[in-house]
């Protein structure tokens, strides 16, 4: 069980064009979903906070306009990265948060990420 | 303020030999604390994680992490590493929700 997808698992695309990711939780209904961005040899930056039915909480630095997300549904987020550059090239990963019945902590399940190369 | 520091970029064992990854954390309430694996061009999958039920937190694959407040320590370990221990690995303690990473260990595993 808490299995998270991301679609798609890599893309390419042309400077200025826009590109939408897809979270996805499978199995469990996540009323909150996170967005990560991860550099080569680097660790997850949380980018933002995603709440079903309204607005994402962004990280300090990141660009609301930049990074569009949108969380429609309990099993759905999506980021638009829109008019993307080179420098937005980078491992993207989201994760759904689940509640652990036998700690009753939050914990995040990941989706596999999404390689996004701009050219 | 919560925080996690991972204490070498880069561990590299034998195969065979104990793996020992260090995790310190500073938080100023009783800590939730997690181990991920990362294989490369992949998402996190959970190693294990403490919730305060137990001190020595056993996981997936062989790996374990004991609990020590007195040292503000989360260290993992394996008894005897395979070739496909190698990977990224992470440390991270929950606050608010969302989770604080730290800067990534690397474990290679030469034969």
């Known amino acids: 069980g808490a299995v998270v997808s991301q679609h798609p698992s890599w893309v390419i695309c042309k400077s200025g064009t826009s590109v939408k990711i897809e979270c996805r939780s499978l199995d469990f209904q996540a009323t909150t979903m996170f967005w990560y961005r991860q550099f080569p040899k680097q660790s997850l930056m949380l980018m933002a906070t995603?709440?079903?039915?309204?607005?994402?909480?962004?990280e300090q630095g990141v660009e609301k306009d930049k990074f569009l997300i949108n969380h429609a549904s309990l099993t759905l987020s999506t980021l638009t990265v829109t008019s993307a550059h080179p420098e937005d090239s980078s491992f993207y990963i989201c994760?759904?948060?689940?509640?652990?019945?036998?700690?009753?902590?939050?914990?995040?399940?990941f989706g596999p990420g999404t390689r996004l190369t701009v050219t | 303020a919560q925080s996690v520091t991972q204490l070498g970029s880069h561990v590299s064992v034998s195969e065979g030999a104990l793996v020992l990854l260090r995790c310190n954390y500073s938080?100023?309430?009783?800590?939730?604390l997690f181990w991920y694996v990362q294989y490369p061009n992949q998402g996190l999958q959970l190693l294990l994680k403490y919730t305060s039920a137990a001190t020595l937190v056993k996981g997936i694959n062989g790996f374990e992490a004991e609990f020590k407040k007195s040292e503000t320590s989360f260290h993992l370990t394996k008894p005897s590493a395979h070739m496909s221990d190698a990977a990224e690995y992470f440390c991270?303690?929950?606050?608010?929700?969302?989770?604080?990473f730290g800067q990534g260990t690397e474990l290679s595993v030469k034969p």
């Open positions: 938080s100023s309430v009783p800590p939730y």
């Open positions: 991270a303690v929950s606050f608010g929700g969302k989770l604080i």
């Open positions: 994760s759904a948060s689940f509640r652990d019945r036998g700690s009753g902590i939050y914990e995040q399940y």
């Open positions: 995603s709440n079903e039915g309204s607005k994402a909480t962004y």
